[in-house]
């Protein structure tokens, strides 16, 4: 069954770094998003991402985080001047269009030192 | 904007026993889509059930039951004949639009131990 990737699985990077953390999504599925958890918390909505741009973002996702979908296979999530309260699982979903099941990945977990 | 509740932090049930895991939501949309996920401590998001509002029969998938009461906006998870591999969080979620802006609302999840 085809999933989605999610590269690296852990992230190490030190406060004020800059951090790019990558998905492939499942090969025909045209919507894209980012979530991110907090340890101990709920999955939150960071940014929905459709026809190469972004469709939808969450109070979270301030002007430091960006994404991008370089070349038709990787979607990745950026932030710069990362802080320490970035730290979290970051989880890329995707779906094959907006009625159907998002599936996601198996995370990323970041630690910001 | 929607909102989706589990009052219960945790719960635990016998191997092979039957639990229900209860969730609440709040959406102003007369059209939606209500999801449980579980999360294993791997920390994967493995989607269980699916519900669309509109439809009256509640959902199942194999040992995995919905009682999706749409008057009372509640989703529970029903699990039968429990098993190990069970034990993980359990997320309710809520989407409400379709398309490019249909993202996720979760609760804040419910620890599901199962003994032996």
């Known amino acids: 069954e085809p999933e989605v990737t999610q590269t690296p699985s852990h992230q190490v990077t030190q406060m004020g770094q800059e951090v790019i953390l990558r998905c492939v999504p499942i090969?025909?599925?045209?919507?894209f998003y980012w979530y991110r958890q907090i340890l101990g918390q709920k999955v939150e909505f960071l940014v929905s991402?459709?026809?190469?741009?972004?469709?939808?973002k969450s109070e979270i996702f301030d002007d430091r985080f960006s994404v991008e979908r370089p070349d038709g296979s990787n979607f990745t999530l950026k932030i710069r001047s990362t802080k320490l309260e970035d730290s979290a699982m970051y989880f890329c979903a995707s779906s094959g269009d907006g009625y159907q099941p998002q599936h996601f990945g198996d995370g990323t977990r970041l630690s910001i030192l | 904007a929607q909102t989706v509740t589990q009052s219960q932090p945790e719960m635990s049930v016998q191997e092979a026993e039957t639990v229900t895991l209860s969730c609440t939501y709040d959406?102003?949309?007369?059209?939606?889509?209500l999801f449980w996920y579980k999360q294993p401590p791997s920390r994967q998001m493995i989607l269980v059930i699916r519900q669309e509002a509109y439809k009256q029969q509640n959902a199942t998938e194999n040992r995995f039951s919905v009682n999706f009461q749409k008057a009372a906006k509640s989703f529970s998870l029903k699990i039968s004949d429990s098993q190990l591999g069970d034990a993980a969080m359990y997320f309710c979620?809520?989407?409400?639009?379709?398309?490019?802006?249909?993202?996720?609302?979760f609760g804040k999840g419910i620890t599901l131990s199962v003994r032996p």
């Open positions: 991402f459709y026809n190469n741009e972004i469709s939808e």
């Open positions: 090969s025909n599925h045209l919507y």
């Open positions: 979620a809520c989407q409400t639009a379709t398309g490019a802006n249909s993202k996720l609302t």
């Open positions: 959406t102003s949309e007369s059209d939606y889509y």
